[in-house]
């Protein structure tokens, strides 16, 4: 399985962006797609995480009411819209996919795959 993600940029604190997240490959064994996080200097992080039919979610209590995570399972994508960003918010946004469905999202080491990051950037 491969991930590619996209949609990252540069915007004002309030803006909005939306983050994509394509699987190709063996798509079929993905089961739960998350996104985590990692600002510079610091340790990555959770940010939300979305089960495999999409309709359990679970998101850090940081961005909670202000971003929400979806997937298109005919598309093999999963998004992540990103409302009133804050300069705290930037960061390198990584992609994740498991295939275990066990429903521990925020462990990173349950996740199998990893997509290579896009730059999120929220200036004051």
């Known amino acids: 399985v491969q991930l590619q993600a996209s949609g990252g940029g540069s915007v004002q604190a309030g803006g909005s962006l939306r983050l994509s997240c394509a699987a190709s490959?063996?798509?079929?064994?993905?089961?739960?797609m998350g996104w985590f996080r990692q600002a510079p200097g610091k340790e990555r992080e959770f940010v939300a995480a979305?089960?495999?039919?999409?309709?359990?979610?679970d998101y850090a209590g940081s961005v909670k009411g202000r971003f929400t995570i979806s997937r298109d399972n005919a598309k093999n994508t999963v998004y992540l819209q990103m409302n009133s960003l804050k300069p705290e918010d930037t960061a390198v946004y990584y992609c994740?996919?498991?295939?275990?469905?066990?429903?521990?999202?925020?462990?990173?080491?349950?996740?199998?795959?990893w997509g290579q990051g896009t730059q999120v950037t929220v200036s004051s």
């Open positions: 490959g063996r798509t079929f064994s993905i089961s739960h």
């Open positions: 994740a996919a498991k295939s275990r469905a066990l429903w521990n999202v925020k462990d990173q080491s349950t996740y199998d795959y």
């Open positions: 979305i089960g495999s039919s999409g309709r359990n979610t």
